[in-house]
């Protein structure tokens, strides 16, 4: 048996102690992660720092960071903020649809979306045109000022994500693309189907699904 075999076999060997009830797969993703002190410190949850809040403030904060960075740009581009970009990115997506159904896909409240989208018209960037299914709706769609603005956009946008995520590693930034593309399937399925759900009822959904 190699020295690399019998290594890996004290790995697992050392983490079946610490977790009884792990499966292999746990193992893999937890060496994979690379948790030792010579990568990066131990996180530990603690009565004081639990996961919610410990992951929760790092969301939190790099969340208004790239609202930070964003400011830096976006103003020269007539965009007041990050999500007027979203908005328009979305829109150029999913083609001409109505003020709900693109408010829906921001995940963003009603009057928010209303907000937004009302100033994107006014700077010539999205155009309402009559519903030819429903005509008490309106339909909107990018303009050709919209879709400019959008592609010059791009480059921004780009820089934002090097000087946010700059500092992972490619395996890190999979990772982390992973987790992250994991937990945005799981609620914005929820987002859709169980709006009216109190916390208590979500979370005996998750507890039951197994997440």
């Not at 410190?41 to 904060?61: D, H, Q, S, W």
């Amino acid at each position: 048996m190699s020295d690399k075999i019998v290594e890996l076999v004290n790995l697992w060997h050392a983490f079946e102690k610490e977790n009884p009830k792990a499966e292999i797969q746990d193992f893999c993703k937890s060496y994979l992660l690379g948790i030792n002190e010579t990568k990066q410190p131990a996180i530990k949850f603690t009565k004081e720092n639990p996961r919610g809040k410990v992951l929760g403030r790092a969301l939190n904060r790099l969340s208004k960071m790239a609202v930070f960075y964003s400011k830096k740009n976006l103003v020269e581009l007539e965009l007041k903020t990050l999500e007027d970009f979203v908005f328009l990115r979305n829109l150029d997506e999913l083609g001409p649809v109505t003020k709900k159904q693109l408010i829906d896909a921001h995940i963003t409240e009603y009057t928010s979306g209303i907000e937004i989208i009302k100033r994107l018209i006014q700077l010539g960037l999205v155009k309402e045109k009559e519903n030819p299914e429903d005509k008490r709706a309106t339909m909107i769609f990018m303009t050709s000022k919209g879709k400019t603005v959008m592609q010059k956009c791009y480059p921004y946008m780009q820089q934002i994500g090097s000087v946010i995520f700059g500092p992972l590693t490619d395996e890190e930034s999979y990772q982390l693309a992973h987790l992250l593309t994991r937990l945005d399937t799981i609620h914005t399925n929820l987002y859709h189907t169980q709006r009216e759900a109190s916390l208590d009822e979500l979370q005996k959904i998750i507890k039951a699904s197994g997440k």
